[in-house]
C-alpha cells in the first residue's frame, strides 16, 4: 500500500484589517477580514518537517498589513489580486494563492468627518484564485436579509400522508441572501458591478411574483445575467425564512394574514446556480480544498 499526500494548502486565516484613510478633516474607513491560502510545491514540509519552502503564515498576516500601509486597499478584489500576485510571483515553491476577503460596512454618521455606525449583517466578498499568471475572481454578498409581506404563492405540491402545510396564494417572503458571482473579462469596475448586481437582486427579489423561492432564485440569476455581461455565473443558497401565520382561533380571533410567527429554525434551504451557456471556462474560480 502507497499513502501520498493529497491536494494541500495553508495560510492566516480570517486577518482582522481596519484602515483609516484621511481626505483632510474626513476620514474614510475600510473594515476587512483578509485570508490567505497558499499552494505549491510544499511535500518538503508534510514528509520531512523541512520548511525551508514554507512562507509562514505570520508573514502571510504581516503582508496584509503592510500591503494596506504601501498603496491604499482599494476594492476587495484589487487588493486579493495584489495579494495573491505577490505570494505567487514571489516565492518558487508557492505556485497559486486563494485570497478570500470579507468586507464589512460603515455608514458615516450624518454630518460627521470621523464618526461611523456599523451597516449591518450583510458583508461585500470576494475570493480571487491565483495560479501562475492567471486570476480569477469570484465576488459576491452575505447576509442580506430581504422580505415581501405580499407577491408570494405556494401550492401545487405533491401531498402524501406526511405532508400538512397549508397551500397558500398570499404568503410572507423573506430570505437572507448569499450570492456568489464569477466574473469574466478584463477592465471591470468592481464597485460599480457589485452595486449594480446587488441593486439586480433586490429589485427582481422584490418584482418578481413568486410561486416558488425556486422561481425567485433562478430570476434574480437570470436578471443578473441579462444586464451584466461581465458575469459568467451566479450562484445563489436562500434559506427560507418562514413566517408561519398564528392560529388565533382558541382566542375567538380571525387572522387576516395578518399575524405571523417567524421561525428562525428549521428553514428551508434553496440552493442553484444560473449560468450562461457561452459563458468563459471556469478554470479554478471555484476551486477549494472544502475537505471538512
Ligand atoms: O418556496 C418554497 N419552496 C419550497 O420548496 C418549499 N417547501 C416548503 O415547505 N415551503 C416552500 N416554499
Not at 481596519?18 to 499552494?39: A, F, P, W
Not at 458615516?108 to 475570493?127: L, N, P, V, Y
Request: glycine share 8%.
Amino acid at each position: 500500500m502507497a499513502i501520498t499526500l493529497g491536494p494541500n494548502q495553508y495560510g492566516k486565516a480570517e486577518v482582522r484589517l481596519v484602515t483609516v484613510q484621511r481626505e483632510g478633516t474626513v476620514h474614510h474607513l475600510k473594515d476587512l477580514t483578509v485570508s490567505t491560502s497558499l499552494r505549491g510545491d510544499l511535500a518538503a514540509t508534510h514528509l520531512t518537517g523541512d520548511n525551508a519552502d514554507v512562507v509562514a503564515t505570520d508573514t502571510q498576516k504581516n503582508t496584509v498589513y503592510a500591503f494596506a500601509k504601501e498603496a491604499p486597499v482599494g476594492e476587495i478584489e484589487d487588493f486579493a489580486l495584489r495579494l495573491g500576485r505577490h505570494f505567487v510571483g514571489s516565492f518558487e515553491h508557492i505556485t497559486g494563492a486563494r485570497i478570500l476577503i470579507d468586507e464589512h460596512g460603515w455608514n458615516r454618521i450624518s454630518g460627521h468627518d470621523h464618526a461611523f455606525s456599523q451597516a449591518g449583517s450583510e458583508k461585500r466578498t470576494t475570493a480571487v484564485t491565483v495560479q501562475g499568471d492567471q486570476a480569477w475572481v469570484v465576488s459576491g454578498l452575505d447576509d442580506l436579509v430581504v422580505l415581501k409581506s405580499t407577491g408570494s404563492e405556494f401550492h401545487g405540491f405533491p401531498r402524501d400522508e406526511y405532508t400538512t402545510l397549508a397551500e397558500t396564494n398570499d404568503r410572507i417572503l423573506a430570505t437572507a441572501v448569499t450570492a456568489r458571482w464569477r466574473y469574466q473579462g478584463d477592465g471591470i469596475d468592481w464597485a460599480t458591478s457589485h452595486a449594480e448586481v446587488r441593486r439586480i437582486l433586490l429589485e427582481t427579489f422584490a418584482d418578481k411574483h413568486s410561486l416558488s423561492l425556486q422561481q425567485t432564485l433562478y430570476a434574480m440569476g437570470e436578471a443578473v445575467l441579462k444586464e451584466r455581461e461581465e458575469v459568467a455565473e451566479v450562484r445563489l443558497s436562500l434559506p427560507n425564512k418562514h413566517h408561519f401565520l398564528v392560529d388565533l382561533s382558541p382566542f375567538g380571533l380571525k387572522n387576516d394574514n395578518e399575524v405571523f410567527y417567524a421561525a428562525d429554525r428549521p428553514y428551508g434551504l434553496i440552493e442553484g446556480v444560473v449560468l450562461r451557456d457561452d459563458a468563459e471556462d471556469a478554470g479554478l474560480a471555484w476551486h477549494t480544498l472544502a475537505a471538512f
